[in-house]
Structures are given as structure tokens and as C-alpha cells.
């Protein structure tokens, strides 16, 4: 006779579907096309005694409008104007792109993408609107924009001019929910929050709509917490700077006038920074506004502020814009630039778009170790069947989120070993796959920039 | 709750719960219907959000049952000469389609189960669900559930055990 236990044992073993299966990019699309679906119904009618709070939705959707046409301001803003537009007495700064160890030879793509990160450097500092940087012969790159003081002059060329590099960090361990501690720790008891960051929106992890927060609320719960003595898994040294005006203050009003938009009602906006040196900030902020009109936050060493994922390469949300979201994390970097090798976009077995990227000895080991540890935790926070919460790392480049992949802990429990390299799959398409690996090539690939004049 | 709110509070449980619930439906429809009764399931937790307990996820597979019975009986209102031939041949259930990987005489022994006593084993085997957590999803109370399983369990043992009733044998003993 057979028991009941080998009954269910039976079953178990014809299960069609198990829950560890990996998604498909169609499931993916689907699951989509279902949220959309539902969320396209809009909110379900309310009854009776409630009907009166339909009125609430009138200001929250013509707020939504306001905030997206000022992001769209802002974007447009920051497309650069033509070379030589600034006749005599604007800011001309000429670098060269050196060739450094891992890029021994500057090419045509090399310096497209060098420009392209200076470009968004631009915009994350918040001067990108008639700033243009254009390429001059073989190897030489040219900002031209307004005339700025020396100190600003100074600034932008710190700034734009420093070597990129690439941050690899374990995402849940580090990134904070809004009360200030780790989404990692708040797991187990399924804090909203901490979910919300682990699990992602609709994007994903580290994207806009997955839990993060306006510039001003993240830089206030950095600024809340412990400078952490400097190490070598530190991505930056030293505190952070930025500069906020009030809501509907003078300075918001002067800085908006300054970038071509108009102030977001009812939030802070950010007059300067972020900066590693105080005096940057003075010269960085708009005409008409000092460092005393506006709040000094401080960023300590040990804390990053990270803007949230952008959706797509051509759907890049300015830093600056009042729906810009950011995380913060604590600064325990697992893995640089320089640690890995060779980022690509190509397909994955089944034909799905993918990154893939190698490693040297360390990077390996870390990345090892890494994954390992993110797998463990996957599994330890994780519920019963339909409560898998896959655990994350992110790729950061120049304060910005790139990527937040997550790792299967029931497909390499022991995180993504082997000496392979890594294969990032399955929420890309395939232009998304080529953003990444192109910031990626970027990140792990810098070239030297030498000031010229 | 505010619709700013309730839209993430939704988007979390979506993401939290959506490929059980898909696994569910996949188990159980063909695959053409899947994304509807999916899609049909969250619709129906978006109009409830604020009624939702902890938990969720036996409500949402209870939800994702009920969808897929009324989807099945509109399918077979259509189909009515399917359904005729389908109640031709013995043994057939025209509201479970045995996956590929079973065996034969371990389908056989699932069809004849009544749907409530099949739904009770396949939330334990393929859901993982325990006791109290199956019997939401089943929409009856702990005990009912546990008369349910132990029902189910009994009679698939002895048809498994009874060649008579295997399916191959008794197909031949008919055309006979």
C-alpha cells in the first residue's frame, strides 16, 4: 500500500511548473502587460460615504502633469548647443583623452563615450543647459559654455575631467530605508519599505518607482548618519556637500529661472552640489544666490546618495528635476571598475538580450564572494513557496545607478561561481542591454583625462 | 490610503505575489488562458486592496480558483458538442487536464477525484501550502480542509494500488 506521504511525493515530482523555474522574457513582458492592465483601470469606484475623497484626485493628477512637464523642461535643457555659440569671453575647456592600462588605444568609440559621460556630468551638476561638448580632432575633447568665475571654471574641470569609475555593491546590505537602517535587516519582517526597495517597482530594483526618494529627503537621511572612518572599500573620501533652497524660496525661483524651468511647487530644490570641497559649492550656484540663501547638507564619509536607475538610455531623468529619485547606501563597495573585464551586450543561450562581463583574479574572488553572500541571504529571508525574495548587487557609475541584478538563490544557492564571468539576463532589451554594457565598458574601461587649457 | 499609496502598496504585492499565482494558473489552464486569469486575479485584489489580510497569497490563489472556474464553465457553455464528447469517454474530467509529466495511473487516479478533493492534494503538492494557508486558498474551514486531504489522499492510494483501475487495463476491458 502506498502512503500518504508518497502520494504527495507523486504529485510533487509531476508538478508542471516549479517556483524555481527562471522567467522567461516573454513572462516578463506579460507580467508587465498584466500590471498595466490593472493599474490602467484607475482607481475602483468608491461607495457611498466615500465618494467624497474622489476629489483629492484631481490635484494629485494635475500635480503629476506639472512635475512631468518640468522634467521634460529639464531635459530639453540639456541639450547642447553648437560648438562656438559662446563668441569670445564664454568658459572654453580642452581635455585629452591619455590612453591609461586598461584602454591603450583612444578610438572613435573610446571618445563618444567619454563625451557621453561628461555630458551627463554636466547635467548632474546641474550646468548643462548651454554647455556642449564636442570633439576636436583624433583625441582632444571641448566643453564650451557661459562665462563662469575661475572657482567655477576650477570646479568644472575637477568635476568633468576626473576619471570614471564603477561601483559594485551588495544592494540590500547597503542601500537604507527611510528610517535609516538596512533594507537587509528589515527583511525577515517584511518592513513595507524595505520590501519596496528590495523588490523593486516596475522596473525593477534601483529604478524610479522602486522606493526611492526626492534628492532632499535622501541627502537629509544621509546627512543623519555615523562618518564611517576611511577604508579601502570606500568609493569616496571625505563628506559630500549640497545645497537646497526651500519650497517657493528666491534662490529655487533664481535657480529654476537659471536652468530654464520653473520651481516644483512644495519641494525643496537643489541650488549646489553634490561637492567634495565647501568652496565648489559657492561656485557652482546660480547667478543672484549665495551659499546663505539656502540649507547646507552634509553627506559624510561613509554614505552615498545614488539617483535611481534610468528607465532607458533616451529616457534619462535629470538629477536636478523634482521627480528624480535616489537611494542611499552605505559606502561599502564590493567591486570596482578595474576588477572586471570585457563588458558586452550580446544573447543568451535562449536567445534573450544580455550583458556579460569578465573578471580578473580579485574581481573574481570578489565577485564570488559577493554573489555568495547575496544568495544565502536570499534563501535565509525567503518565505515558503511565492514568497522568494531574490537578493540584489547594484553597479553604480558617477553616483547613478546603472543596474540592480538580482541573483536566483535556488538557481546558484551558492552565488555565481565558476571563473565564467557574469551573465546578466533577463530584464533587458536589447538597447537596454547595450546601455549598460556600454556604462559599464566605460566605468571598467576609464581614460585618462589631461587638461589641455 | 491616497491613489499614490495604494498604487504602490499594489505594485509590492504584485511583485511579491505574481509568479505564484501565475505558477498557480499555469498548473491549472491552458496556456493561452494564463495571462486573463492572471490579469482577471489582480484585477480583483486591485478593487480589494484595502480588505487584504497579511498574508495575501491564499486569498490571491483562492481568487485565481474561482476566476478559473467561471472561465472554464463560460468554455464549456461554448463548446457544448466538446463538452458531449468529452463525457464519452470515462474517466475524463472536462476541468483537468493531467500535466504531461504524470504518470498514467497516477492521472487516472487524480480524475476521479471530485474537483474539491484534487484541489485539496494540488495545493499541498505543487503549492506548498500547509494546512491553514491551503484551506484559504480552498475557501473552506481547517477541518473541511483536512477531511478533504486525508479523503483525496486515501482513494488515490488505493487506485494506485488497484491495477484493475489503471487505465491502460480498463480502457482495453472496455473495448472488449
Not at chain 1, 540584489?392 to 538557481?411: E, G, K, M, S, Y
Request: charged residues 20%; proline residues 6%.
Amino acid at each position: 500500500m502506498i502512503t500518504h506521504e508518497q502520494v504527495i511525493a507523486q504529485l510533487a515530482e509531476a508538478n508542471p511548473v516549479h517556483a524555481s523555474q527562471a522567467h522567461t522574457a516573454q513572462e516578463h513582458a506579460e507580467a508587465d502587460r498584466i500590471l498595466r492592465r490593472v493599474l490602467s483601470e484607475g482607481p475602483p469606484a468608491r461607495r457611498g460615504s466615500r465618494r467624497s475623497r474622489t476629489g483629492v484626485l484631481v490635484p494629485v493628477a494635475s500635480l503629476l502633469v506639472v512635475l512631468v512637464v518640468a522634467a521634460a523642461l529639464l531635459r530639453t535643457g540639456g541639450t547642447a548647443t553648437p560648438a562656438g555659440s559662446h563668441p569670445g569671453g564664454g568658459l572654453r575647456i580642452t581635455f585629452r583623452a591619455e590612453p591609461s592600462p586598461q584602454v591603450p588605444r583612444i578610438t572613435t568609440a573610446v571618445m563618444e563615450r567619454t563625451m557621453t559621460i561628461m555630458r551627463r556630468r554636466l547635467r548632474t551638476l546641474g550646468v548643462a543647459r548651454g554647455f556642449a561638448v564636442t570633439r576636436s580632432g583624433d583625441r582632444d575633447i571641448v566643453v564650451t559654455g557661459p562665462r563662469v568665475s575661475a572657482a567655477g571654471r576650477a570646479r568644472l574641470v575637477r568635476e568633468v575631467g576626473q576619471t570614471a569609475q564603477l561601483f559594485f555593491y551588495d544592494w540590500e546590505a547597503n542601500v537604507l530605508t527611510p528610517n535609516g537602517t538596512t533594507v537587509a535587516s528589515q527583511l525577515r519582517a517584511q518592513d513595507r519599505n524595505a520590501m519596496r526597495i528590495s523588490q523593486g517597482g516596475r522596473f525593477g530594483a534601483g529604478t524610479q518607482g522602486a522606493g526611492g526618494l526626492p534628492l532632499y529627503q535622501a541627502a537629509q537621511l544621509a546627512a543623519r548618519q555615523p562618518t564611517v572612518p576611511l577604508s579601502a572599500t570606500q568609493s569616496r573620501k571625505g563628506p559630500q556637500y549640497y545645497l537646497f533652497g526651500a519650497p517657493r524660496s528666491a534662490a529655487c525661483a533664481a535657480a529654476a529661472k537659471a536652468a530654464g524651468t520653473i520651481p516644483a511647487r512644495g519641494q525643496h530644490c537643489l541650488l549646489g552640489g553634490p561637492d567634495s570641497l565647501k568652496r565648489d559649492l559657492d561656485a557652482g550656484l546660480p547667478a543672484g544666490v549665495t551659499t546663505s540663501d539656502g540649507e547646507l547638507v552634509t553627506v559624510p564619509q561613509g554614505t552615498v546618495v545614488l539617483q535611481a536607475a534610468n528607465p532607458s538610455a533616451s529616457d534619462q531623468i535629470n538629477p536636478a528635476s523634482p521627480s528624480a529619485q535616489f537611494f542611499v547606501l552605505r559606502d561599502h563597495v564590493a567591486l570596482v571598475g578595474n576588477d572586471i573585464t570585457n563588458p558586452r551586450a550580446g544573447t543568451d543561450a535562449s536567445g534573450e538580450p544580455d550583458v556579460t562581463f569578465g573578471f580578473n583574479g580579485t574581481g573574481q574572488n570578489r565577485f564570488d564572494a559577493l554573489t555568495r553572500r547575496i544568495a544565502h541571504r536570499g534563501a535565509r529571508v525567503s518565505g515558503g513557496p511565492g514568497a522568494a525574495f531574490d537578493q540584489h548587487f547594484a553597479v553604480a557609475l558617477d553616483n547613478q545607478l546603472i543596474t540592480v541584478p538580482q541573483i536566483d538563490f535556488r538557481q546558484y544557492p551558492d552565488g555565481v561561481i565558476g571563473g565564467g564571468g557574469a551573465d546578466v539576463t533577463g530584464s533587458y532589451t536589447r538597447q537596454s542591454a547595450a546601455d549598460v554594457a556600454a556604462e559599464l565598458r566605460f566605468g571598467a574601461l576609464p581614460v585618462n583625462l589631461k587638461l589641455l587649457r | 490610503m491616497d491613489d499614490v499609496d495604494r498604487r504602490g502598496t499594489f505594485e509590492e504585492l504584485f511583485a511579491a505575489h505574481h509568479w505564484a499565482v501565475r505558477g498557480y494558473v499555469v498548473r491549472r489552464a491552458p496556456a493561452a488562458a494564463v495571462e486573463d486569469v492572471v490579469a482577471e486575479t489582480f484585477l480583483v485584489a486591485w478593487r480589494r486592496l484595502e480588505t487584504l489580510r497579511d498574508d495575501p497569497l491564499p486569498w490571491l490563489l483562492g481568487v485565481a480558483r474561482r476566476v478559473l472556474a467561471n472561465q472554464q464553465r463560460a468554455e464549456r457553455r461554448r463548446g457544448a458538442l466538446t463538452d458531449r464528447l468529452q463525457g464519452l469517454l470515462p474517466g475524463s474530467s472536462p476541468e483537468w487536464e493531467p500535466p504531461a509529466a504524470m504518470s498514467d495511473e497516477l492521472a487516472a487516479a487524480m480524475v476521479r477525484l471530485s474537483p474539491q478533493e484534487r484541489e485539496a492534494l494540488l495545493l499541498v503538492a505543487w503549492e506548498g501550502l500547509d494546512g491553514a494557508r491551503a484551506a484559504r486558498a480552498a475557501g473552506c474551514s481547517p477541518t473541511a480542509f483536512r477531511a478533504r486531504l486525508h479523503r483525496a489522499r486515501r482513494r488515490v492510494a488505493a487506485s494506485l494500488a488497484d491495477p484493475a483501475l489503471h487505465p491502460h487495463s480498463s480502457v482495453a476491458g472496455e473495448s472488449s
